[in-house]
């Protein structure tokens, strides 16, 4: 253990002006402590803190009140391997603190240490409010002519955000992990307050919150979809930019990351929040979650945080120790910005790593969480020199962890550094977003040219790129709407975005969405057009539920979720993003197609693959997929070159006796289309599982009320609707 450079008897440090009596407290002395591990660890007599800076000078921990006045300063006692750290005798949890780190304040050379401004904790279990942004919030005089080289010399004790010190005690009971195989798994894409926020139900002091999710009215909705893992957007804490502050706006999507091992305070009830920022009440929810079969993933966003570039705010790592932490450009004052919001965080760092991997192993191992899906998951998978590698040190600490390895994994594969969209070339063990199926599928129903190879190939779980790099089927995870874009109803019903609520112009969000308005842009009476958006809708989530690969459901989407052709509302927390249980109850037919697709893929092994179709050398192929043209034979070269063509039979089938088979006819052209059936001898009986022209998944017994036939005979006829699909299932000979 090593003696800082400052004073090492200077224990307490008097805060400027005297305490009132409502705020004279206990003084506390403070000890040596232990350096690990970082953050503040609540014991039987005291609370332990521990913080990284290899460039600090002397680090105060500085304690507060509830509401926000500083009672003493102290500085850390002990420096060992650059971690400062002490202990407090006599605190106990609920104590909030900050830091002040004295130290370099030179941007020109990548150090930001300035002691005015109150610092997290980045190891803090627990935020005592949720964090807004604010002036005093930056290290440097705003509006100075010098910019980021001017300091601050005031002081934001007062206002700036507080970790919170908590030692949960929490009852697991027999809470057990469900542990969902890939080939099996559905994921549901939810927002945690805009899911229960207006859901009848749920009580009302719960709505928006951890334990509204928790809640019987919530679990019933999910479970009776058959979904298996609720994907919870952002629940890390995060921040609300001063931008956005300053608009009357929030960040509603959450992804500005300030606290990596904190829930967000504002998704807790208001008793909750106070006593522990919710973290007991998220380990509620996932123990009632897990209770009802459902696995929690983590939508994680480690490549950026808050922070923001050299002109961001300062309110934690920045003020620690800046190069430490972000990838830094040629001139330090400058991040390098390979996500779009400022910064990007160094996990070639070793402090850095160490914290994303200490954040991923708490979330796991306390608050039992089942996976996570990496946001811009390619900036994690740099090596020191900036270039992706699978052999990246994040990859690498991942694969030998043996806690990290076993859970899912899931990647967004691109960011905006060079050579970003890597789709395919994550490790093997990993899942990701497959933004190939997402387009190929959106423009085969928006009838594209040349769109019916992409298509078929994003049908077979875009094997073409994947199994080469050895990679399983459930490695891609099938969208065609998640929370960036359009809902579902918005991608039939608008041709273009429509985000001035966003305060930006409409200037945000994609410009190029694959969507078809069927003929009418937004809202309209049309009972035409209203119908063949109903029967695009189908034609997308029966498309996703049959596909090769791992499905994953927008929530809101099965039940005409829509935000009025908004396609970036990362900003709106209000009606425009929250669920709307009341426009729900006009949805209730699609609500049950999407439940029966599920049920419907949940009975047919040969789309729900663990390995590829094809067969090595003496094996057999577990699955074929054979593709006939309208004409009921094999397709030809020059059909799958012709742009033109619009019509495809695809035939799924098993190699195993009592598997059924699986046939599939599309038509994305606007005319009706009369398919032969595929031949075969003998006779195969085909019995009609869908028909997309109506709202109807046969499950089990006869097709009652629906408009096709029940059943047909290999080489007979069968005729769709223009902009439609149907579905057969046969025993396999």
């Given at each position: 253990m ?30 040596p402590?232990r ?5 503040a ?7 332990n803190?521990?913080?990284?800076s ?15 006045q ?22 106990r ?28 904790d ?5 935020l ?13 005089v705003?509006?100075h ?11 934001n ?20 992990p ?23 139900g ?26 298996t ?10 921040i ?132 996570f899906?990496f ?28 806690v ?12 905006l550094?060079p ?26 129903w ?43 109803a ?14 930006e ?24 057009v ?8 189908r ?6 539920f ?12 099965e ?16 009606a ?12 209730t ?16 092994s ?5 390995r590829?179709?094809?067969?090595s050398?003496?094996?057999t ?12 034979l ?29 046939l ?34 046969v499950?089990?017994g ?5 408009p ?23 025993p396999?000979?």
């Amino acid at each position: 253990m090593n003696t800082p450079p400052s004073d090492p008897q200077r224990t307490a440090l008097p805060v400027s002006g005297a305490p009132t009596r409502r705020h004279r407290a206990t003084r506390h002395r403070i000890e040596p402590g232990r350096p690990w591990p970082l953050g503040a660890t609540a014991e039987r007599h005291g609370v332990n803190f521990a913080v990284y800076s290899r460039v600090a000078d002397r680090v105060e921990l500085c304690l507060f009140t509830a509401d926000g006045q500083e009672t003493q300063r102290m500085a850390l006692p002990a420096l060992t391997d650059d971690v400062w750290h002490g202990f407090v005798p006599g605190l106990r949890p609920g104590q909030h603190y900050g830091f002040r780190v004295h130290g370099p304040y030179e941007p020109e050379q990548g150090q930001r240490c300035n002691p005015s401004v109150l610092l997290m904790d980045p190891y803090a279990r627990a935020l005592a409010a949720p964090v807004h942004g604010a002036p005093d919030q930056f290290a440097y005089v705003l509006g100075h002519a010098d910019e980021d080289f001017a300091p601050w010399q005031g002081d934001n004790g007062t206002t700036a955000p507080k970790a919170l010190v908590v030692r949960s005690r929490f009852d697991w009971g027999d809470d057990k992990p469900p542990r969902i195989p890939a080939e099996n798994t559905v994921f549901y894409e939810v927002h945690v307050k805009g899911f229960t926020q207006t859901m009848p139900g749920v009580p009302e002091a719960l709505r928006g919150t951890y334990a509204g999710l928790a809640s019987d009215a919530a679990l019933q909705h999910l479970r009776s979809l058959g979904v298996t893992s609720v994907e919870l957007l952002p629940v890390q804490a995060f921040i609300d930019d001063l931008r956005l502050v300053e608009q009357g706006l929030a960040n509603y999507w959450g992804y500005n990351t300030v606290a990596f091992l904190a829930p967000e305070p504002r998704y807790a009830t208001s008793a909750e929040r106070a006593r522990d920022g919710g973290v007991d009440e998220f380990k509620a929810m996932v123990k009632a979650l897990h209770a009802a079969g459902l696995e929690v993933i983590l939508d994680v966003v480690y490549n950026h945080t808050g922070e923001g570039s050299h002109l961001g705010p300062t309110l934690s790592l920045k003020g620690l120790d800046h190069a430490a932490y972000y990838r830094l450009t040629e001139d330090p004052r400058f991040c390098l910005d390979f996500s779009g919001t400022g910064n990007t965080l160094d996990t070639s760092s070793p402090p850095a790593l160490r914290l994303v991997l200490d954040s991923l192993r708490y979330w796991v191992q306390e608050m039992h969480v089942d996976g996570f899906r990496f946001d811009l998951a390619s900036a994690l998978g740099r090596d020191a020199a900036g270039d992706f590698t699978w052999r990246a040190p994040f990859f690498a600490a991942l694969a030998q962890d043996p806690v990290l390895s076993q859970v899912k994994l899931v990647a967004e594969p691109w960011d905006l550094g060079p050579n970003g969209y890597q789709l395919g070339g994550f490790p093997t063990g990993w899942m990701e977003w497959n933004g190939r199926y997402r387009d190929a599928v959106r423009d085969y129903w928006a009838n594209a040219d040349g769109s019916l190879p992409a298509f078929a190939a994003s049908l077979c779980g875009s094997a073409d790129l994947l199994e080469p790099r050895r990679r399983r089927p459930t490695a891609s995870v099938n969208l065609v709407t998640v929370h960036d874009g359009f809902t579902l109803a918005d991608l039939v019903s608008y041709n273009g975005k429509h985000n001035e609520a966003n305060g930006e112009d409409n200037r945000d969000g994609e410009n190029h969405n694959r969507s078809w308005n069927c003929g009418a842009e937004g809202e309209t009476t049309d009972a035409a057009v209203q119908a063949l958006r109903a029967r695009q809708a189908r034609n997308f989530l029966a498309t996703l539920f049959l596909s090769h690969g791992t499905p994953l459901l927008l929530g809101g989407d099965e039940l005409g979720r829509t935000q009025q052709g908004n396609n970036n509302a990362y900003c709106q927390d209000n009606a425009l993003s929250w669920f709307d249980w009341e426009r729900a109850g006009a949805y209730t037919e699609l609500q049950a197609f999407t439940r029966d697709l599920i049920a419907l893929r949940r009975e047919l092994s040969v789309v729900r693959l663990a390995r590829w179709p094809h067969h090595s050398a003496g094996t057999t192929a577990c699955v074929t997929v054979q593709w006939h043209s309208v004409w009921g034979l094999a397709m030809t070269a020059e059909e799958w070159d012709d742009p033109a063509v619009r019509c495809i039979a695809a035939l799924m089938e098993s190699t195993q006796a009592g598997e059924d088979a699986l046939l599939m006819l599309f038509n994305a052209s606007g005319e009706e289309a009369v398919f032969t059936l595929p031949a075969a001898t003998p006779a195969r009986e085909w019995t009609l599982r869908l028909d997309t022209r109506a709202a109807q998944v046969v499950t089990s017994g006869p097709p009652l009320g629906h408009p096709a036939e029940a059943s047909v005979t290999s080489g007979a006829p069968y005729t769709l609707l223009p902009h439609s699909m149907a579905a057969f299932t046969a025993p396999s000979p």
